[in-house]
Structures are given as structure tokens and as C-alpha cells.
């Protein structure tokens, strides 16, 4: 082990008065702003101190020379990303506690960088601020732990491994390398080969570590669809990256995030793209949090206490600070550490051994629940309820393929609505009154710079339905757009959960938007016999949404200028909407939505997988073959003479959710009628709208310009 280099000495006022040519009592005077030394000293004595860097002691000051008693904490990380990580908020929780029980002090500040922290450093050095430090996000290349031996500041580093070259500093970690190698392990298990690793900021040291030993672990396996993708641990990333891996052929089946927020960011991307969690895809987060648990069903984590990875940290430095490599408490701490998991610990001048149980799984404990398909404790999945998003039907994720395609250039046929109209039809919904208000605006969700995210309800037809609401930061009235999302299980559902791009994008561009739970989800009221009744009580959560933005009476709502915007189901229910209610919207946009014959989605999503609903249905209503005028009556293709408003219609060439085919066949029947309805297919995209999603998003934004402006 290499020798200390002597400490870098602190300029002195004894210095800065010999700089200067005056006496100490002089430059006292002269940098306290006191009177009895003339400007022209003043001056000299400034330039003298800020030549050699020496500030006066902030210590001095404070205690009469009886040293700061104070500890340093400085995070190099964007402020806005802190407030949700849960690793930093509890480490932090774990730090003070420490100071708190010996009458430390505890100084801590946010950097912008690796080198603003450096200058932290320096300042708090020169002005005896600070009598040791913690160091955090150790990298690969790191300046910190040179500049800290420099000076001489005893510190300890959060994260890194014992490194020679800098023997004044101390060092606890935990083992990502055991808790990575486990996590394969376990997924390599359950069958997994192809596994994404959706990772945190380049250049972290334990970053790289993971990655490695993802590298390491796939070759000694032989798997060679393995990914780590780096990322600034948002929710916005996690979301963005996970779209991205899973977009195209060959998507991994595992997905490990780095943090808890990516994780429940990616699930809800995957969910939207149609990929059932864990079903289609596993999920583990690498952080254990509430968060994880907020979701259906709770993700997988690995655990550990970052609680007493903190105070662990900070009894080391309070240790150094008490009597250096030998002080007291050192014997007590490291049973600790290893009884908590908190990771293992290094000190100056020590060889280096392992505190016992490490975050490895043994305390680095991987959270989750068991799976039929596994039968383990080791359950690298969130859970075993399906509930794919959009047209997927409730009992199973993945629909079957539409079998019996309609002859090419046959048009589809139209038929009158029956007659007295089937308390279960279209017809009835266009004869009822439909009711929607009580818009209220609750609690704030989110904030950024463009809009407030809010959560709301309102009534529709005597149902109380959730949602969530964007309004944009500005001065309204705003345009407004409803959103119906695609099937998401009812029991797996989140409020707001179906659309969260085009939420964002659509507030960003100044639209309120009101994304509808509808019925039997999140909070809202329950309709038992929703599901058998063709789930037609979604037309009417979408009707009072509209009309509960009308009527709120709210200053950023222009009631006068609503869209309505739906995706694959509820492509379907706009459908619905726009023949049940004429004139309450003002333009109408579906992507990649669902036939506009319900017989035709029975068959191809639910009727293959032994949906008991079906059985359900046809005993009530009959097959179309039994019963067809009832079949007619549920179809909005009979009744598209009685739409107004302007259609846009998106769908990708390369859907195999949805087929394409269906979306030729409903605009045909809209053009037939002579309805303004464009048909814009694009090349290439599937059911999820990846790579050209931004693009497509331009033509929306367009189309509601035209005819909501």
C-alpha cells in the first residue's frame, strides 16, 4: 500500500498579512469591512488573500478555533431527479441521524457537476468549513478522491472500492456484482434469454459494475441477445428506453431497471406498447421502494437498507474524525454494517477484508411474488395477473391471430338500426339523455414547466369516474382532448395509465387533457355488467367527459373547442361516440383502433382463449347467426350517416394486433356515407407506434389545429 502524501497547507492570515505587507489585526480589519484601514490597504489585502486562495475560518469565527464540527455532503445530481429517487432520500435520512446524535453539523449542497463539487470541496478546505466529507457516485474516472487526499480531508466515498492510490480515504459499498450475477441467475431460470438492462448514468463505478457482470454473466451462459442501455435514471428515459428495446422483433422477455421510478415508468410503457407484465415480459427494479409497491401487481426489487447504508457512511467518517484508521467504534460499526446489509467497508491504512453479507441477496434481498410459471420465491416478474394493454382480452395477454378475413374490395355491409331499439344497442345510448358534470380537480400529481398534472372526477349518466387532467401553464381558455386508451385488466390499472405520450405531448402543446378511467378502473364506480353488455358504458364515460369539460365553468377550459382521441379499444369506443353523440366533439382521431364490428374482436381476441364472458354473451344476446339484428344494433358502421365531425384515422402497416384491414374497412364506410374521414396508414409500425410515433403525432397535432384553433 502506497504512503500518504503530506496534506496541501491551508494559507494562513498570517500569510495573507505578510502578502500584504500589513499586520494580522490589519487584515482582520480590512476583510470585516471595519473601519481603521484605508481603501487602498482594503484593496491590497483582498487581492493578497485572493492570490493565495485563503478565506478567513468560518470555524475560527464560530468557535473561537475549536474546529468546524461539521461534516460535508455534496450530490452532483440534477435537482429535479432527487425528489424521487428513493435511494438518495433514504440514504440521506440514514446520514443525519448520525451528526444529529454526536452535535455535529451537517452542511449539505447540490452541484451541478463533478466539477462544481470539486470547487465545493476547495471552498469548504479553504474556509475550515468542513472537518471530513462523504462522497457519493464514485465514477470511473473520478477527480474527488485525488483532490480530498490532496488537501487532506478525510472522507469517506458512498459506493466505491478500496483504491490504493488514495489511502486517506474510506470506502462503503454494496455488491453489485453478487446482487447482478443473482439476478441472471435467477432469470436464466425462469427461461429468460434475451434480457435488457435499462442502467443508470455512465461513467458511476457501480454503473460499469453492473454492466460487466451482466457482460460476464450472459458470456459464461452463452446468451447473446444481452443489452445494457445507460440512461439519467427519470421516469422519462426509463419510459423512452424501454419503448425502444421492446419495439421490433426479437424484444427481450426481462427488462432490469436500475432504479424503482424507470421501473414503474417501463411497465407502464410496455403495458401501453401491449405487452402483458410479467407475461410477456419480467421486471425487476434494482431499488426496493414504496413506489414498487403502488403498482399491479408489486414490482420485483432488490432490497436493502439504504437507511443504514447511510448511517453506516456516516459512523465511518465520525470514526476517522474521532481518532483516524484506529478510532473508536470501528469493531461495533462493521458488526453493523454487515448485519444490515448496509454493504462492505474499507479503511485507510487496513488491509482490506469483506464486512460478511454484503448487498448481495442474502441482504440485497430480491422482493417478489411467486409465479405459476416459475413456482419459485425467486419470482423476476411482477406478478402473475395478466392484462396486456389495448385489444387484449382479460383472460389471456396475447390475442390469437383473426381468422375468416372479409374478400379484398368487398366493402362492409350496412344494415337499419332495429327497431324498438334493444335496451343493449347503439340506439338506446342515442335516445337516452346523457348527463356528464361535477368536474372536479383534485390533488396535484406531477408539475413541469409546461402544465399541472392533476387528478379528477366527474359524472357520467350517475357514475362517478376517475381520471387524470393536464392543464397547461399559461392563460386559457385552452383547447381540450379526451382520451379513451386501449383494454388494460381493470384489476392491474392505474389511474391515467393508457396514453401517458400522448398525455404529455398534447399538454405540452397547449391542450387540456382529460385521460377517462372509465368505469370498473382505478377509482371510479363499478358496472358489473359492463363487460357482458359489449363494455358499451365506455361510450358513455367518454359522452360525460365531454360534457363535464363543457360545462365546468372552468377559465383554463374552452368548452366550445373539444377533440376526442382514442387507441386501439378505444379507438372502438370513438367509434361508438361519434354515432351516439353527434356534435359533441369537434374532431375525432383514432390509432390503430379495434374493428367497429364487436363480433369481429370477440372472435379474434377473446373467443380463442375460452373467455367466459363470451359464453356469457351469447347466452344473453345470441350469436350474431342467432340473433343478428342484435349484432347490427352494437355496430357503429350502422349508423355512420348520423356522424359530424372530421376523422383522422392512424394505423400501422405492420400491426398484428390490430389488422390493418379493419381501419380500411371503417373508413370506407365512412367515406361511402360522404363523411370528412382521412385513412393515413404508416409503413412499417406495429400496434404501438415506436420509431414514427413522434411523426405521426405531428400529423394529429395538426389535424386538431385545423379544427379546434
Same mark, same amino acid.
Given at each position: 500500500?502506497?504512503?500518504?502524501?503530506?496534506?496541501?497547507?491551508?494559507?494562513?492570515?498570517?500569510?495573507?498579512?505578510?502578502?500584504?505587507?500589513?499586520?494580522?489585526?490589519?487584515?482582520?480589519?480590512?476583510?470585516?469591512?471595519?473601519?481603521?484601514?484605508?481603501?487602498?490597504?482594503?484593496?491590497?489585502?483582498?487581492?493578497?488573500?485572493?492570490?493565495?486562495?485563503?478565506?478567513?475560518?468560518?470555524?475560527?469565527?464560530?468557535?473561537?478555533?475549536?474546529?468546524?464540527?461539521?461534516?460535508?455532503?455534496?450530490?452532483?445530481?440534477?435537482?429535479?431527479?432527487?425528489?424521487?429517487?428513493?435511494?438518495?432520500?433514504?440514504?440521506?435520512?440514514?446520514?443525519?441521524?448520525?451528526?444529529?446524535?454526536?452535535?455535529?453539523?451537517?452542511?449539505?449542497?447540490?452541484?451541478?457537476?463533478?466539477?462544481?463539487?470539486?470547487?465545493?470541496?476547495?471552498?469548504?478546505?479553504?474556509?475550515?468549513?468542513?472537518?471530513?466529507?462523504?462522497?457519493?457516485?464514485?465514477?470511473?474516472?473520478?477527480?474527488?478522491?485525488?483532490?480530498?487526499?490532496?488537501?487532506?480531508?478525510?472522507?469517506?466515498?458512498?459506493?466505491?472500492?478500496?483504491?490504493?492510490?488514495?489511502?486517506?480515504?474510506?470506502?462503503?459499498?454494496?455488491?453489485?456484482?453478487?446482487?447482478?450475477?443473482?439476478?441472471?441467475?435467477?432469470?436464466?431460470?425462469?427461461?429468460?434469454?434475451?434480457?435488457?438492462?435499462?442502467?443508470?448514468?455512465?461513467?458511476?463505478?457501480?454503473?460499469?459494475?453492473?454492466?460487466?457482470?451482466?457482460?460476464?454473466?450472459?458470456?459464461?451462459?452463452?446468451?447473446?441477445?444481452?443489452?445494457?442501455?445507460?440512461?439519467?435514471?427519470?421516469?422519462?428515459?426509463?419510459?423512452?428506453?424501454?419503448?425502444?428495446?421492446?419495439?421490433?422483433?426479437?424484444?427481450?422477455?426481462?427488462?432490469?431497471?436500475?432504479?424503482?421510478?424507470?421501473?414503474?415508468?417501463?411497465?407502464?410503457?410496455?403495458?401501453?406498447?401491449?405487452?402483458?407484465?410479467?407475461?410477456?415480459?419480467?421486471?425487476?427494479?434494482?431499488?426496493?421502494?414504496?413506489?414498487?409497491?403502488?403498482?399491479?401487481?408489486?414490482?420485483?426489487?432488490?432490497?436493502?437498507?439504504?437507511?443504514?447504508?447511510?448511517?453506516?457512511?456516516?459512523?465511518?467518517?465520525?470514526?476517522?474524525?474521532?481518532?483516524?484508521?484506529?478510532?473508536?467504534?470501528?469493531?461495533?460499526?462493521?458488526?453493523?454494517?454487515?448485519?444490515?446489509?448496509?454493504?462492505?467497508?474499507?479503511?485507510?491504512?487496513?488491509?482490506?477484508?469483506?464486512?460478511?453479507?454484503?448487498?448481495?441477496?442474502?441482504?440485497?434481498?430480491?422482493?417478489?411474488?411467486?409465479?405459476?410459471?416459475?413456482?419459485?420465491?425467486?419470482?423476476?416478474?411482477? #406478478?402473475?395477473?395478466?392484462?396486456?394493454?389495448?385489444?387484449?382480452?382479460?383472460?389471456?395477454?396475447?390475442?390469437?391471430?383473426?381468422?375468416?378475413?372479409?374478400?379484398?374490395?368487398?366493402?362492409?355491409?350496412?344494415?337499419?338500426?332495429?327497431?324498438?331499439?334493444?335496451?343493449?344497442?347503439?340506439?338506446?345510448?342515442?335516445?337516452?339523455?346523457?348527463?356528464?358534470?361535477?368536474?372536479?380537480?383534485?390533488?396535484?400529481?406531477?408539475?413541469?414547466?409546461?402544465?399541472?398534472?392533476?387528478?379528477?372526477?366527474?359524472?357520467?349518466?350517475?357514475?362517478?369516474?376517475? #381520471?387524470?387532467?393536464?392543464?397547461?401553464?399559461?392563460?386559457?381558455?385552452?383547447?381540450?382532448?379526451?382520451?379513451?386508451?386501449?383494454?388494460?385488466?381493470?384489476?392491474?390499472?392505474?389511474?391515467?395509465?393508457?396514453?401517458?405520450?400522448?398525455?404529455?405531448?398534447?399538454?405540452?402543446?397547449?391542450?387540456?387533457?382529460?385521460?377517462?378511467?372509465?368505469?370498473?378502473?382505478?377509482?371510479?364506480?363499478?358496472?358489473?355488467?359492463?363487460?357482458?353488455?359489449?363494455?358499451?358504458?365506455?361510450?358513455?364515460?367518454?359522452?360525460?367527459?365531454?360534457?363535464?369539460?363543457?360545462?365546468?365553468?372552468?377559465?383554463?377550459?374552452?368548452?366550445?373547442?373539444?377533440?376526442?382521441?382514442?387507441?386501439?379499444?378505444?379507438?372502438?369506443?370513438?367509434?361508438?361516440?361519434?354515432?351516439?353523440?353527434?356534435?359533441?366533439?369537434?374532431?375525432?382521431?383514432?390509432?390503430?383502433?379495434?374493428?367497429?364490428?364487436?363480433?369481429?374482436?370477440?372472435?379474434?381476441?377473446?373467443?380463442?382463449?375460452?373467455?367466459?364472458?363470451?359464453?356469457?354473451?351469447?347466452?344473453?344476446?345470441?350469436?350474431?347467426?342467432?340473433?343478428?339484428?342484435?349484432?347490427? #344494433?352494437?355496430?357503429?358502421?350502422?349508423?355512420?350517416?348520423?356522424?359530424?365531425?372530421?376523422?383522422?384515422?392512424?394505423?400501422?402497416?405492420?400491426?398484428?394486433?390490430?389488422?390493418?384491414?379493419?381501419?380500411?374497412?371503417?373508413?370506407?364506410?365512412?367515406?361511402?356515407?360522404?363523411?370528412?374521414?382521412?385513412?393515413?396508414?404508416?409503413?412499417?409500425?406495429?400496434?404501438?407506434?415506436?420509431?414514427?410515433?413522434?411523426?405521426?403525432?405531428?400529423?394529429?397535432?395538426?389535424?386538431?389545429?385545423?379544427?379546434?384553433?
Amino acid at each position: 500500500m502506497t504512503g500518504k502524501r503530506s496534506p496541501t497547507r491551508r494559507p494562513t492570515m498570517k500569510d495573507t498579512a505578510r502578502r500584504a505587507g500589513v499586520s494580522e489585526s490589519a487584515v482582520s480589519f480590512a476583510l470585516n469591512g471595519r473601519p481603521g484601514v484605508s481603501e487602498v490597504t482594503r484593496e491590497r489585502v483582498r487581492r493578497g488573500a485572493e492570490q493565495l486562495g485563503w478565506r478567513p475560518s468560518t470555524a475560527a469565527r464560530a468557535l473561537s478555533g475549536e474546529g468546524a464540527a461539521t461534516v460535508g455532503f455534496v450530490l452532483a445530481r440534477p435537482a429535479g431527479t432527487l425528489g424521487v429517487d428513493s435511494f438518495f432520500l433514504q440514504l440521506v435520512s440514514g446520514i443525519q441521524e448520525v451528526p444529529a446524535e454526536r452535535h455535529l453539523g451537517l452542511l449539505f449542497q447540490i452541484a451541478e457537476d463533478i466539477d462544481d463539487e470539486c470547487a465545493v470541496y476547495r471552498r469548504w478546505w479553504a474556509e475550515y468549513r468542513v472537518d471530513g466529507v462523504l462522497v457519493v457516485d464514485p465514477r470511473t474516472d473520478d477527480p474527488r478522491p485525488g483532490l480530498l487526499d490532496e488537501l487532506g480531508l478525510p472522507a469517506v466515498v458512498i459506493g466505491g472500492e478500496p483504491d490504493e492510490r488514495h489511502p486517506g480515504l474510506s470506502t462503503v459499498w454494496a455488491d453489485d456484482a453478487g446482487a447482478m450475477a443473482a439476478v441472471v441467475d435467477g432469470l436464466y431460470a425462469l427461461g429468460h434469454r434475451r434480457i435488457a438492462h435499462i442502467a443508470g448514468l455512465p461513467g458511476l463505478a457501480h454503473t460499469e459494475r453492473r454492466i460487466r457482470t451482466l457482460r460476464a454473466e450472459a458470456e459464461r451462459r452463452g446468451l447473446s441477445e444481452v443489452q445494457s442501455v445507460p440512461t439519467d435514471y427519470s421516469d422519462e428515459a426509463g419510459a423512452a428506453v424501454t419503448r425502444r428495446v421492446l419495439d421490433g422483433p426479437g424484444a427481450p422477455t426481462a427488462l432490469i431497471y436500475d432504479n424503482d421510478v424507470m421501473a414503474v415508468a417501463g411497465v407502464a410503457a410496455a403495458t401501453e406498447m401491449g405487452f402483458a407484465v410479467p407475461a410477456d415480459v419480467s421486471v425487476v427494479a434494482w431499488e426496493d421502494s414504496a413506489l414498487c409497491r403502488l403498482v399491479k401487481p408489486w414490482l420485483s426489487a432488490l432490497s436493502r437498507d439504504s437507511v443504514e447504508f447511510g448511517r453506516t457512511a456516516a459512523r465511518e467518517l465520525t470514526a476517522l474524525l474521532d481518532g483516524g484508521p484506529d478510532g473508536a467504534g470501528a469493531g461495533a460499526d462493521a458488526d453493523r454494517a454487515g448485519q444490515h446489509g448496509a454493504g462492505a467497508r474499507h479503511r485507510p491504512g487496513r488491509a482490506f477484508r469483506p464486512v460478511p453479507g454484503g448487498a448481495t441477496l442474502d441482504r440485497m434481498r430480491l422482493r417478489g411474488t411467486a409465479c405459476a410459471a416459475a413456482g419459485l420465491l425467486l419470482a423476476v416478474a411482477t #406478478g402473475c395477473t395478466g392484462g396486456a394493454e389495448d385489444a387484449a382480452p382479460e383472460t389471456s395477454p396475447v390475442p390469437a391471430r383473426a381468422t375468416g378475413e372479409r374478400p379484398p374490395g368487398e366493402s362492409p355491409r350496412t344494415a337499419p338500426s332495429p327497431t324498438p331499439a334493444d335496451p343493449v344497442s347503439l340506439q338506446a345510448l342515442m335516445r337516452r339523455e346523457h348527463t356528464g358534470s361535477g368536474l372536479r380537480v383534485g390533488e396535484v400529481l406531477d408539475r413541469t414547466s409546461a402544465y399541472t398534472r392533476h387528478a379528477v372526477t366527474y359524472e357520467a349518466n350517475g357514475l362517478t369516474i376517475s #381520471g387524470i387532467m393536464n392543464i397547461p401553464e399559461g392563460e386559457g381558455p385552452f383547447p381540450a382532448v379526451v382520451l379513451a386508451h386501449g383494454h388494460i385488466d381493470p384489476d392491474v390499472y392505474f389511474s391515467g395509465q393508457g396514453m401517458p405520450r400522448e398525455q404529455d405531448r398534447l399538454a405540452r402543446h397547449g391542450y387540456v387533457v382529460l385521460h377517462t378511467d372509465y368505469r370498473n378502473h382505478a377509482r371510479s364506480d363499478k358496472d358489473p355488467d359492463n363487460d357482458v353488455n359489449l363494455r358499451l358504458g365506455y361510450t358513455e364515460d367518454v359522452i360525460g367527459a365531454a360534457l363535464a369539460l363543457r360545462d365546468s365553468g372552468r377559465p383554463e377550459i374552452d368548452g366550445d373547442r373539444i377533440g376526442l382521441f382514442g387507441r386501439s379499444m378505444g379507438g372502438g369506443v370513438l367509434y361508438n361516440t361519434l354515432v351516439v353523440a353527434p356534435g359533441l366533439f369537434d374532431a375525432a382521431v383514432a390509432y390503430a383502433p379495434v374493428s367497429a364490428r364487436p363480433e369481429e374482436n370477440i372472435d379474434h381476441f377473446q373467443r380463442p382463449n375460452g373467455d367466459p364472458v363470451v359464453t356469457e354473451i351469447e347466452e344473453r344476446h345470441g350469436t350474431p347467426e342467432e340473433n343478428p339484428g342484435f349484432w347490427r #344494433g352494437v355496430t357503429p358502421l350502422s349508423h355512420v350517416d348520423r356522424v359530424t365531425e372530421p376523422l383522422l384515422i392512424q394505423h400501422g402497416s405492420a400491426d398484428d394486433t390490430c389488422p390493418p384491414r379493419w381501419s380500411r374497412e371503417a373508413a370506407a364506410a365512412f367515406e361511402k356515407a360522404g363523411k370528412d374521414v382521412e385513412l393515413r396508414t404508416v409503413p412499417g409500425e406495429g400496434h404501438t407506434f415506436g420509431p414514427k410515433w413522434a411523426a405521426s403525432m405531428d400529423v394529429t397535432e395538426a389535424f386538431l389545429s385545423r379544427h379546434l384553433r
